[in-house]
């Protein structure tokens, strides 16, 4: 007998996943084995799917894994993901982990943070790119948005600052979009309606005259740089962020590593000689 739920069930959430994926019917289908009308009839509210096929949709649809907690609530299971805080002791294995991955890239800087860009972890590269941001802006909870696009935190030194900050806030609205996070929104709004600071020579400045560093990096091709001032000089990096694979908890499956490469010899000899050994 096929059960009939109201619209507001757990179909109608899978279709919105479904075609934000840019996935026909047939197509999940033949990824979760099972049929297209099958799947029509979930996503219409004619079939209740049962727990194992809520799971396998979600996985084909790469739904977060908070989010999966969230249609197995619906659908009317029990959650099936924890959410374990960093500080339980069942976690110290992995914040031992992370703080021996995030040392083990010193000089070069890195940083752990969670779903909202919370700071969990960073290294002493990173401390050192903080050097002069304001006491307010370093008290706990920290967060890498706020550091990075306060207009009395990093913003004022990057000297890039308008694509760097338009590829930020690209990338929290992509995010916005996949975890639907009212936490991640609010701080969207806040960090957008920081006012720019005006740079007397623009975003083009080089290194030339700020003791040479970034010239190499500043016309990298490969990735967007961050050119960022200090000490007199213009670092340049790029970044890079990695998340754990196949996660089984909530706070693991939020929490991003990322990694800040120097894009020229004369950055990486700088901070060689800036962070301690």
Known sequence: MTTVLPDTGVGPLLRDWREQRRISQLELALRADSSARHISF?????SRP?????LR???????????????????????????????????????????????????YPALVVD??????????????????????????PLNAMRLTLHPEGLAPRIVNLPEWRADLLAQMDRQIALVRSPALRELYDEVAAYPAPARADGPARTAE???????????????????????????SFVSSIATFNTPMDVTVAELAIETFLPADRETAAYLHAHVPS
């Open 42 to 46: 979930i996503e219409t509210g004619r």
């Open 50 to 54: 049962s727990e194992d096929m809520v």
């Open 57 to 107: 949709l979600a996985e084909h649809l790469d739904v977060p894994v908070r989010e999966r907690n969230a249609l197995l609530v619906i659908a009317g299971y029990a959650p099936r993901y924890p959410q374990t805080s960093l500080d339980d002791p069942a976690m110290a294995s992995l914040r031992e982990s992370l703080e021996r991955l995030l040392t083990a890239y010193e000089p």
């Open 115 to 140: 779903g909202t860009y919370g700071v969990v972890a960073a290294n002493r590269g990173v401390s050192l790119l903080l050097e002069g941001v304001p006491e307010k802006l370093l008290a706990p």
């Open 209 to 235: 005259g700020t003791g040479g560093a970034g010239r190499k990096g500043a016309g990298a091709a490969f990735a967007l740089p961050m050119l960022l001032e200090h000490g007199g000089r213009v670092l």
